[in-house]
């Protein structure tokens, strides 16, 4: 198998090497030519040798400019280039790779920092759109709760009356779904005030495994759990991380009623841009092809920040890469009318948050959607 990212030398070693060469060959044809002239014409060797001495330094002076205009010049213009996109507002623009490991370096390290900047403009985004939101829900929750439980006790007093059973059915179902809507809305406004606390994330995801099935949501799935026990505690909210993995393993119920569904977390230092770790049941050859997705960050997380990884990951259809992105926004769902409210998700990408967690999404090694929580460990 071929190296994808081979070692390349710097730039150092190869202007040394090339114009090692050129002099070397500059000096052996000097020398031949010498011999020759001292040979054939002895009386023309001086005009001779001092012609090839000039051309030598013209083809020196050629070749050096040659080189560092490939080896420096190019590459600092691709890179200003870079440089120009993002300071005009495309922070999709990257630095390509070089020739040489030192512009190669210079290049990922500005990547790196359009990758913090398209990231922490995300989160700027994000945070005021949560913020806007969580005011507009708490203000629609409040003025619909009281109509709404006025038109609950009409209910029952219709149902007392001897209204239609069917009518007062439906129209009380209705009306239990828009009190599980305006619940959501109260549920995503509501900051969470209480204290970080150590949280043991195996107890928590055994238990939020060990309720679905007990409740039978999980009957007619192949559902199965991936969960060492030598995971390291997490600050967080235990019953609010229960809940969202709960929230997350339902999506995956949703997505595949009768197929695959995986609940599971691993050891693992936080890297942006890198596939997550093998699973323990993954055969020790098999290889997944996996596109480097971005991923979100934050900026107390750097590369390298110790700490689990938890997955719902299912067989269903997944997400498409261009909606991705916005599962996790508030409203926004690819389910059908009626089954939906599109807030489970924000939920979710929320309470993850504000426990000092990210949460993004992949496309699963069962085919389908691969949900992933990121929790820093607890410093000892």
Do not use: C
Request: hydrophobic content about 45%; glycine content about 8%; proline content about 6%.
């Amino acid at each position: 198998m071929t190296d994808r990212n081979p070692v390349k030398p710097s730039l150092r070693t190869v202007l040394l090497v090339q114009l090692a060469f050129l002099a070397a060959i500059a000096l052996i044809l000097g020398v031949a030519t010498s011999l020759l002239a001292s040979t054939l014409a002895p009386e023309s060797a001086f005009p001779l040798v001092l012609g090839v001495v000039a051309l030598d330094v013209v083809i020196f002076i050629a070749f050096g400019a040659y080189l560092v205009t490939r080896l420096v010049l190019k590459p600092l213009r691709r890179l200003m280039g870079s440089a120009d996109a993002v300071i005009a507002g495309d922070l999709d623009a990257r630095a390509p790779q070089a020739e040489t490991a030192d512009f190669t370096t210079l290049g990922d390290s500005f990547n790196r920092m359009t990758d913090y900047l398209l990231d922490t403009q995300g989160q700027l985004i994000r945070a005021e759109k949560l913020a806007s939101v969580g005011r507009l829900a708490a203000g629609i929750a409040h003025e619909i709760g009281n109509p709404l439980g006025g038109a609950t006790t009409y209910v029952e007093v219709l149902r007392r009356r001897g209204g239609q059973p069917e009518v007062v059915d439906d129209l009380a179902r209705e009306l239990e779904r828009i009190d599980r809507i305006v619940r959501s809305l109260l549920d995503y406004a509501r900051p969470h005030e209480d204290a970080l606390q150590p949280v043991d994330v195996a107890v928590v995801l055994n238990a939020a495994f060990e309720l679905l099935r007990a409740q039978g949501t999980l009957r007619g799935l192949r559902a199965r759990r991936d969960i060492p026990g030598n995971l390291s505690p997490v600050l967080g909210r235990a019953h609010v991380l229960e809940q969202a993995v709960v929230n997350l393993m339902l999506n995956a119920v949703d997505a595949a009623p009768a197929g695959d569904l995986v609940l599971g977390a691993r050891a693992w230092g936080y890297q942006p841009h890198r596939a997550a770790p093998r699973r323990s049941s993954d055969a020790t050859r098999l290889f997944f092809p996996r596109s480097p997705g971005r991923r979100p960050s934050r900026s107390e997380l750097v590369a390298g920040t110790p700490g689990v990884l938890i997955f719902v990951a299912d067989s269903g259809k997944g997400v498409p890469p261009d909606d991705r992105e916005m599962v996790f926004e508030p409203f926004y769902t690819t389910k059908e009318p009626g089954r939906g409210t599109g807030l489970g998700l924000a939920i979710v990408a929320r309470a993850v948050y504000d426990m000092g967690g990210v949460v993004w999404l992949e496309r699963a090694r069962e085919g389908g959607a691969a949900f992933k929580l990121f929790f820093p460990a607890v410093s000892s």
